[in-house]
């Protein structure tokens, strides 16, 4: 089930990766004589309400969040280290801050308070990046638990003793006693931002159009006579729920928070 699994997600990343040459047009490409048509040849998942083809927007919006996902997630563990390392009680208060903030209405003003002619580049980055900024505090109350432990380890104040300077102590020793917790932190924020885009992206706050991502395609899902007339409205939301079993399957104790 593993190999499966894993398959399933290579082949994922590969076609989010290759999309400019798997995608048999360019994503913001219309066909006016064909709005909201069913599967024909040429576009074997037909085409949305203005002419767009919807495979080839499928697998861009894959290809979105293949790339931005696990850079948001990168933020987020950088951002954590970095604020982990200070001092316990600055960096439990801090934590314990950002934890308490409702994100969803700060990502409400700031999209309100964007100029309308912004860019979709612009708030592709935007959403991604506060993501990844909103989304430390989570694996900073793990990384700043594990410090405070390697603190009262024997082989930290040997270390010390045999006067090796805190800087060689963080990377030959603190770092390796870390990494595993780093790697299982990053793999859990990339499915909880893939998720958040795809709610944001239902409320039109993700990334927006024309852009494709996983969340606005799903937006078409509120007419359930859309989805009768053309199933293939479901193709999203099915890649979506693939991608988190197959997450699930390799990593049974993840549990996603965000």
């Given at each position: 089930?593993?190999?499966?699994?894993?398959?399933?997600?290579?082949?994922?990343?590969?076609?989010?990766?290759?999309?400019?040459?798997?995608?048999?047009?360019?994503?913001?490409r219309?066909?006016?004589d064909?709005?909201?048509?069913g599967?024909?040849?040429?576009?074997?998942?037909?085409?949305d309400?203005?002419?767009?083809?919807?495979?080839?927007r499928?697998?861009?919006?894959?290809?979105?969040?293949?790339?931005?996902?696990?850079?948001?997630?990168?933020?987020?563990?950088?951002?954590?280290?970095?604020i982990?390392?200070?001092?316990?009680?600055?960096?439990?208060?801090?934590t314990?801050?950002?934890?308490?903030?409702p994100?969803?209405?700060?990502?409400?003003?700031?999209?309100?308070?964007?100029?309308?002619n912004?860019?979709?580049?612009?708030?592709?980055?935007?959403?991604?990046?506060?993501?990844g900024?909103?989304?430390?505090?989570?694996?900073?109350?793990?990384?700043?638990?594990?410090?405070?432990?390697?603190?009262?380890?024997?082989?930290?104040?040997?270390?010390?003793?045999?006067?090796?300077?805190?800087?060689?102590?963080?990377?030959?020793?603190?770092?390796?006693?870390?990494?595993?917790?780093?790697?299982?932190?990053?793999?859990?924020?990339?499915?909880?931002?893939?998720l958040?885009?795809?709610?944001?992206?239902?409320l039109?706050?993700?990334?927006?159009?024309?852009?494709?991502s996983w969340?606005?395609?799903?937006?078409?899902?509120?007419?359930?006579?859309?989805?009768q007339?053309?199933?293939?409205?479901?193709?999203?939301?099915a890649?979506?729920?693939a991608?988190?079993?197959?997450?699930?399957?390799?990593?049974?104790?993840?549990?996603?928070?965000?």
């Open positions: 089930m593993k190999t499966l699994a894993t398959g399933f997600l290579l082949l994922i990343v590969l076609m989010g990766l290759a999309a400019p040459w798997i995608a048999p047009y360019e994503y913001e219309q066909f006016r064909l709005p909201a048509a599967p024909q040849p040429g576009h074997f998942m037909g085409t309400d203005v002419g767009r083809d919807r495979f080839s499928l697998v861009y919006a894959t290809r979105i969040s293949v790339v931005f996902a696990p850079t948001a997630a990168l933020v987020s563990i950088m951002v954590a280290l970095l982990s390392s200070l001092a316990a009680w600055p960096a439990r208060l801090l314990s801050i950002f934890l308490s903030l994100w969803i209405f700060l990502f409400m003003i700031l999209r309100s308070k964007l100029p309308l912004t860019s979709p580049e612009v708030l592709l980055v935007l959403t991604f990046g506060l993501m900024i909103a989304g430390w505090a989570f694996p900073s109350r793990i990384f700043s638990a594990a410090i405070r432990e390697m603190g009262k380890s024997g082989w930290l104040l040997q270390a010390r003793a045999a006067g090796l300077s805190p800087v060689r102590i963080a990377m030959a020793h603190a770092g390796p006693h870390l990494w595993s917790l780093v790697l299982a932190q990053f793999r859990v924020l990339i499915p909880a931002y893939v958040s885009e795809a709610s944001l992206g239902l039109g706050l993700g990334v927006p159009d024309p852009l494709p969340g606005n395609l799903l937006r078409e899902l509120q007419h359930p006579y859309a989805v007339a053309n199933p293939w409205l479901l193709a999203p939301l890649l979506l729920i991608v988190m079993i197959s997450l699930e399957v390799l990593d049974p104790s993840r549990r996603v928070a965000i």
